[in-house]
Every structure is written in C-alpha cells, then in structure tokens.
C-alpha cells in the first residue's frame, strides 16, 4: 500500500478539511471584523502537515472551488494561493515551522512571494488595485507621487498581505504545535516504515 | 444546513445545458475580446450575460456581485481619474478635485474587465450545480479521487460552519468577549478557530478510514450515480463557441499581416 503514499486516502481527505479551515478563518475574521483575510489558514497548515505539493494542490482547489461557487475573483488568484502552499511547505519541511523564529521567517517569505505573484495579475485585471481599503489608499498615494502603476500596484498588495500572512503563519504556528503527534504522523510521508515480514 | 453554493434550479434552459457549454462561454468571452483587442466586443459579451442571467431567472441573486463590482469600480473611477500617470486633459473639476480624461478612459476599461468576467462566470455559476460540475470533468478524465476531494468540500463546509457556531456560541456562554475594540476581537479569534480546526484535522482521519473500508482506492473503473444528458443542443453551443473563437482568431491574423 505504499505507492503514492505522498497522496494517501488521508491526505487526499485532509485536503478539503484545509479549504473547510480556509473558509471558515474567513468567516471568523469577518464576523470580528479583522482588517484581515486570514483566509489560507488552511493552505498553510495543509503544507505544513503534509509538504509542499499538497499545499500547493489545497491552495490552488481552494481558490478553483470558490471561484466557480462564490466569487469569480478568486479564481485569479490560485496561482497565488498554489504558491503560498509551496512556499510554506517547503520552509516547514525544512523544520522552519517549530520555532517562533522560523515561523515568522516563513511568513514573510511567503507574503513576499503572494505579493510577487499577485502584483502582475492585479496589474492584469484590475488596473493594479486590490479593492482593500488600505491597500488602495496606498496605491493612491503611489501614483500621485507619480510613481510607476507597478510599483504602486506593488506596495497597494505590500500593505494588505504581509501583515496578512504573519497573522496567519502565526495562527498556524499555534495550532501545529499543540496537535497531537498521533495526528501528525498521519500525513507525513517522508517516515520510514518499518516493515515486520522482512 | 445551509449550503454555499450559489447554484439555484429553477428549470431554466441554462439548468439544462452540458456545464462543459457554459465553460466554453466563459472562455470564448474572456478570449475573443483579447484576441480581438477591441472593446466593443466585451461589452456585446456583457449584454449577452446579462440577457442570459436575466432569461434564467437568476437576476435577484445576481445583483450582490454587481454591488462587489460596483465598490472595485468607483474606486478606480477616483483613483485613476485624478492620479493616472498618463493624465492630460482635465474633463471634469469638483472644487479642488480634477477628473482627467484619461484616467477615466483607464479607469472604464478595467470596469468592462471586471463586469466582462463576473458576469460570464455568473452565467455559470449561478445555474450549476457545482456536483454536476465536478463530475462532468471526472468524464473527460479528471481523476475521480479528486473529483471526491472538490466535491467532499461541498459537505464539509456547511458541517464546519454549524461546528463553528456551535463553538461560537460555547465560548460566548464561557464568558469569551466578540465586539469590542480591535486587541479584544483579536483574542477572541483563537479560542474560536482552533477548536474547530483540531476537531476537523481528527475527523480526516475517521473518514480516511470509512473511504477505505468502502473501496475508495480500488483500482477498476468507476461508475456514475447520473446518467449524462448531453443533447443536440449542447453540441450546437458548443460548436458556434468554437467557431467564433477560431473565426476571431483568423480575423486578428489576417489583419496583423495586412
């Protein structure tokens, strides 16, 4: 039974249970009203849980499923989310992810890399805005300065997803360590197994 | 329990047609006026959704995503109206504001955007159901466990959202503060979240085991629940999409040599 163990039954089903988180950390951020999306909780904690390809497969069926039932926008950003999943995996598999120190390393490596994937696709559609309250009065600012709409679509995504994403990771960080190893062990697949017949 | 979906049958002429249609709309809205580089084509695609929308009776439940657009639109109005780099000609002044043609001309063209692509998605969206969807693409081949994986999520989701108030409201009796200033909204967000996530990350592994038990990674060919409905019609849409995209694309090529 080990072929594929990477995508073993129980990481194929941790993976909606990731996108169920996502949409529920947004929901909660919403009924608080954080000026946060805090909506790849899940992503991160998928890619943390069981590696980088995973995360990037949650991420990127997160955005495809709400693209396609709630809002189209979202379906923009997969690559983003996809990415954000690797990024995060891969720092994490590194042991990055057990420390407070590596933790928020990995979040501002992976907000770095949200911003770098989404400034071209904002610039794409929307002119380089981001529809975020702050970010936008950012962009404003930017191009009144008479500075380039790149750049300015750059610092407008700057403002809303680094504090995003340490919150998050941080959330994550929380929760990753106090589960249990029982539960953790499910999704790796990088133990070895040892096997009793041979 | 409530669903998330945004998908309502109302028997209407889109209820029935092949989801692999609509998503060729999509694609032939998104793409002829790229191709084309002409913009009266995205507005003749808005019209088309909009007729679309309106003749399947969906209109009501459409109007939310055209408030969402309306937001992202005003603001590029005021933003590029007065900021666009390019900005040359002033059209219109209020008081110190100076509105420049320009940037309203911009600021237009990424509301087509914006309408062109919401409102080609709604025609989709709003009249499939998103199952239908999925299983449609595990027909042409997609892998059926992830067809399971997309369409799992469909369940999850209204199960998590009634743990979470369930959660809400045993923290709120415990004496948990949600409204407030911003440090105390921000405390009540961990007692919230990380009851539910542990408890969803526990309940994979129940179902891993329940999928298993009941065959979910054997290897023979799997079967539908519902049959396939793919009538004549389907095949027409289909093949005047196609058609349009590919006429368009020779139309842009025969101009760019000329």
Known sequence: MNTKKWLSTAVLVLIPACIGINFLGKSFAEALHLPLWLDSIGTCLAACLAGPIVGAICGAANNLIYGLTLSPISLVYALTSAAIGIVVGILANKGQMRHIKGAILTSILAGLVAVIISTPLNVIFWGGMTGNTWGDAVYAWAVAQKLPMFIASFFDEMVVDIPDKIATILIVFGIYKGLPKTLTSLYQSNDKIENLND | MKSITLYEYKNSFLNHIDPFCKLLYILAALSIP???????????????????????????????????????????????????????????QLGPLKFYKEGLLFAYHIALN??????????????????????????????????YVLSSVFQIIPQMSETMSTISDAQKSRGMESEGNLFTR?????????????????NTR????????????????????????RTRKDKIINIILLLLIILSSIWRIITCLK
């Open chain 2, 34 to 92: 790229l191709i084309l580089g002409v913009s009266v084509t995205k507005l003749i695609f808005i019209a088309i959704s909009i007729f679309l929308i309106i003749s399947n009776k969906v209109f009501k439940k459409v109007i939310p995503l055209f408030t969402f657009s309306a937001i992202i639109i005003l603001t590029a109005i005021i933003i590029q109206g007065l900021f666009y780099s390019n900005n040359k000609h002033i059209i219109l």
């Open chain 2, 114 to 147: 914006v309408l062109n692509i919401l409102l080609s998605f709604a025609v989709l969206i709003f009249t499939t159901k998103p199952t239908d969807l999925i299983d449609s693409f595990v027909r042409v081949g997609f892998s059926p466990r992830f067809g």
């Open chain 2, 186 to 202: 921000i405390k009540a967000f961990f007692p919230l979240i990380s009851p539910v996530i542990t408890s969803s990350l526990i």
């Open chain 2, 206 to 229: 129940e179902r891993a085991i329940a999928l298993e038990v009941r065959g979910f990674n054997s290897t023979t060919k799997k079967t539908f629940l519902n049959q396939q409905t």
